[in-house]
């Protein structure tokens, strides 16, 4: 698995067996809804964090840090092509949005090299289809921003479909649906790189949930141990919650070890909440994450990881 969570250090693996998981259908949102306006920031905070990346970090890595790390002599350029999509997404929203919109902030990336700014990039295209996926039936109200958000979605597919197979020699999608997240599950991710934002920022209607940790080696049918921080006791039940594409698989967290089994049938890119409720994943009821899970798959549906 190339990415087991965003932002933070790996768990250690534990070999207890875990129950039968409970598959789920999504809760609904309780939030207020959000103005159009903050929609369009939020997107334009996303968008700003993808511009500041790749401006950055090709920047810092040159044809040969590429061609070093063994990727293929065109992939730059193409990263370059992406970077020039991103900056442009930024120019639009912000065009839209005039003297409301919000400015880039300081960021900090976890990337040290080529091969860790290719993962890097595969997760912030990945997560920006499930953000705009989300947040596309709170604009419902503006058909024109609507197609803009749908059209900017489509670019960010394709751009994470061609990270994953051209690149990384991997599958090209997930399932037959890719996965919308709420404001709140992608700021949750965003802000793992956020250091600070202007204080002129207009303030938008999100949160961030607790981090929570996978094990990098992580993989279908394995138990593992999770880690995260957040205010439960130990007679709390909890539970992690998988997201793939519109369904959710529910499985048990035993409190003691933190120990979670990954269902076997997962494939792709996958969310894990950690949620205090056994049928239902939202809001409401989540404890900690997402956290970002990519368990790559062949041409012929087998995992990576079984070579």
């Not at 990270?163 to 991710?189: E, G, M």
Request: charged fraction near 10%; charge should be negative; proline fraction near 5%.
């Amino acid at each position: 698995m190339k990415f087991s969570t965003v932002f933070t250090a790996c768990a250690i693996a534990s070999v207890q067996q875990l129950t039968q998981a409970l598959p789920s259908k999504r809760a609904a949102a309780t939030n207020s809804v959000p103005s159009v306006t903050e929609v369009l920031n939020f997107a334009l905070t996303l968008e700003h964090i993808e511009n500041t990346f790749y401006t950055e970090g090709l920047k810092n890595y040159t044809q040969q840090d590429f061609l070093d790390a063994d990727f293929p002599e065109f992939a730059r350029g193409r990263w370059e092509e992406i970077s020039q999509h991103e900056a442009t997404h930024t120019s639009f929203l912000s065009g839209i949005l005039g003297d409301q919109a919000v400015n880039a902030c300081t960021y900090n990336f976890p990337v040290t090299d080529a091969q860790s700014f290719v993962s890097f990039s595969f997760l912030l295209e990945t997560v920006g289809v499930s953000a705009y996926s989300g947040a596309a039936q709170l604009l419902a109200s503006n058909t024109d921003y609507l197609t803009a958000a749908g059209a900017i979605l489509a670019v960010e597919a394709r751009q994470s479909a061609w990270i994953n197979s051209a690149i990384l020699n991997a599958n090209p999608w997930n399932t037959a649906f890719d996965t919308p997240l709420d404001l709140n599950q992608v700021y949750t991710i965003a802000s793992g790189v956020i250091v600070s934002c202007p204080s002129t920022n207009m303030a938008l209607p999100v949160k961030a949930f607790p981090a929570l940790t996978f094990p990098a080696s992580a993989q279908p049918s394995q138990t593992v141990q999770v880690s995260f921080s957040a205010d439960t006791t130990p007679s709390d039940t909890l539970y992690v919650a998988f997201i793939s594409g519109l369904e959710s698989i529910i499985v048990p967290l035993d409190q003691g070890s933190n120990a979670v089994t990954i269902p076997a049938v997962l494939q792709g890119v996958v969310f894990a909440i950690v949620v205090n409720d056994s049928e239902s994943v939202g809001d409401s009821v989540t404890v900690a994450g997402p956290a970002f899970l990519s368990f790559d798959y062949n041409s012929k549906g087998q995992d990576e990881s079984e070579g």
